[in-house]
């Protein structure tokens, strides 16, 4: 399986986990759900960071935007559990969410004043 994320977004145990899974469905979705943890951890990081170093009027904007995002990711990930394809919809969400995450992580990291 290839992952959408980028190879310098994610871990090398995240690669390797994969490698490892050799295509087993529940296996993956053990190596999403523990770099999730990670890249969740990231994007945190990078977001506390930020809300530190802007002004308030920044700080109000970044958690309104923060918030949307959230909830565009959550909806968009969600369309691709389509329950009628099994397995298969599920792992493509999650990697989604991964995903996701891993790249909103690298924008905030990005933006750092």
């Avoid at 899974?21 to 529940?26: C, E, H, N, Q, Y």
């Avoid at 308030?56 to 918030?67: N, W």
């Avoid at 909806?75 to 009628?84: E, L, R």
């Amino acid at each position: 399986m290839t992952t959408c994320v980028s190879a310098h977004e994610v871990s090398e145990s995240y690669s390797a986990c994969l490698e490892k899974a050799a295509g087993i469905i529940f296996t993956m979705q053990d190596c999403i759900a523990a770099e999730l943890a990670v890249q969740d951890k990231r994007l945190n990081t990078a977001y506390a960071f930020l809300l530190n170093a802007v002004t308030e009027k920044r700080k109000t904007q970044l958690r309104d935007v923060q918030r949307k995002w959230v909830a565009f990711r959550d909806a968009n990930c969600a369309y691709y559990d389509d329950g009628s394809l099994g397995q298969a919809a599920r792992l493509a969400a999650n990697e989604c969410v991964l995903t996701a995450t891993a790249d909103r992580a690298f924008e905030l990291e990005n933006l750092r004043p």
